[in-house]
């Protein structure tokens, strides 16, 4: 069983930077595909990026391409999301979640889930 915690959440202006954590315990994730998700009120939940087990590759939604990055740092067992210029419309509560194998998009194909973290972007 994996459990993920997601941190680093809260109210930035528009144009500003966060930096999103997810830390996993109870078994090392060095061999899990990570991804990262968000999910605003009334919507979807939406594939945001994915990193491979070995943090070589990575995949980006078009939304996000070039504004967030995705890294991973094993020894840690913590998934990272860096988001840059962030815009009000990426306001939602954000997911890490793991899954043995490649990386996918779809939030179905993923084993295990953190409860969140809000990241609000003020105008």
């Known amino acids: 069983q994996v459990r993920l915690v997601e941190s680093g959440g809260g109210l930035v202006q528009a144009g500003g930077s966060l930096r999103l954590s997810c830390a996993a315990s109870?078994?090392?994730?060095?061999?899990?595909?990570m991804g990262w998700f968000r999910q605003a009120p009334g919507k979807e939940r939406t594939f945001l990026a994915a990193?491979?087990?070995?943090?070589?590759?990575?995949y980006y939604a078009d939304s996000v391409k070039g504004r967030f990055t995705i890294s991973r740092d094993n020894a840690k067992n913590t998934v990272y999301l860096q988001m840059n210029s962030l815009k009000p419309e990426d306001t939602a509560g954000y997911y890490c979640?793991?899954?043995?194998?490649?990386?996918?998009?779809?939030?179905?194909?993923?084993?295990?889930w953190g409860q969140g973290t809000q990241v609000t972007v003020s105008s």
């Open positions: 109870g078994r090392t994730i060095s061999s899990y595909a």
């Open positions: 979640a793991a899954r043995h194998g490649t990386i996918v998009t779809g939030r179905d194909l993923y084993d295990y």
């Open positions: 990193i491979t087990w070995s943090g070589g590759g990575a």
